[in-house]
């Protein structure tokens, strides 16, 4: 399991990674001795995983705004109040079975929650959750209050097919508390899978032909430190690379010359990297 690192419109990249051993490995000392388990490993479970992680970011000097993830970590009360103490904010995606306290004496699920208070369409609001591949990514979104102050339930409802996703959110004391924030929070989720996305399609992290436990972190920490200087160099050279025409701001705006090239991106300089120069003088193949 991996940790990104998001700056909005800036770029984003892995900063942190640890290896999820299943328990009946650890527990079996032929396949511990086979793939080199440390001796004082203890499973751990992926919400634990990602107190760990979490905790040396930190320890790091990384600080978050959100930490976003999906419901098996919204599904977590230890990662969830590991984070509240640590005066973390969070928007994780929680099932539509997940209970809540919407006041005293008064619980729900997230299904529950829409159908009897979200009837009315005055309390849904489309905005966008940021560009993706194809534009803007549409989506029609409402917040509801608890109990507690300091949290709050937003929930995402697909313009199409009306598909909705849940996120259960905590603003630390002294934070501004806005759907605005937390949308935008949530919108930033999906680069966590691009960055696996890239590390998998580009530099190859499942690649190797290393088979134990300290030579697969040591070739885990070599991608993720080869896809920081992609995401670095890319973000460097955003500016200077983005030469695509401006959108239209009226009807019937003539289109332009040309569309323009869009921004040096990661699988681009890791292919201008990995290509071999065309050598002078003799003839391709």
Not at 112 to 128: F, G, H, P
Request: charged content about 20%; glycine content about 10%; some cysteine.
């Amino acid at each position: 399991m991996r940790l990104s690192y998001v700056r909005e419109r800036t770029g984003h990249a892995l900063i942190g990674a640890r290896q999820r051993i299943p328990a009946e490995h650890i527990s079996d000392p032929v396949k511990s001795l086979l793939t080199g388990l440390p001796l004082d490993l203890r499973f751990r479970a992926k919400g634990q995983l990602a107190m760990d992680i979490c905790t040396g970011a930190r320890t790091d000097g990384a600080w978050f705004d959100f930490l976003c993830g999906d419901e098996v970590y919204g599904n977590c009360t230890e990662l969830r109040e590991f984070c509240e103490e640590a005066g973390q904010g969070y928007v994780l995606r929680v099932p539509s079975s997940f209970r809540l306290t919407l006041a005293p004496g008064i619980m729900l699920t997230c299904a529950q929650a829409v159908t009897r208070l979200l009837k009315d369409a005055r309390r849904w609001e489309v905005r966008s959750a940021g560009a993706g591949s194809k534009g803007q990514r549409w989506y029609a979104w409402a917040w509801l209050g608890t109990a507690s102050p300091r949290h709050h339930l937003l929930i995402r409802r697909h313009l199409g097919s009306g598909e909705l996703a849940f996120r259960y959110c905590y603003v630390p004391k002294g934070q501004a508390v806005s759907k605005s924030r937390l949308i935008r929070a949530a919108g930033l989720r999906w680069p966590a899978e691009e960055d696996s996305g890239f590390g998998k399609d580009c530099l190859g992290p499942g690649q190797s032909q290393v088979r134990l436990y300290h030579a697969i972190a040591r070739h885990t920490v070599l991608v993720m430190a080869a896809l920081a200087i992609c995401a670095v160099t890319a973000a460097l050279l955003r500016d200077r690379t983005d030469t695509q025409a401006p959108p239209a701001v009226k009807p019937g705006q003539r289109p332009p010359a040309g569309p323009g090239m869009i921004p040096l991106t990661v699988p681009e300089i890791t292919r201008l990297l990995t290509t071999r120069p065309a050598r002078t003088g003799h003839a391709g193949h």
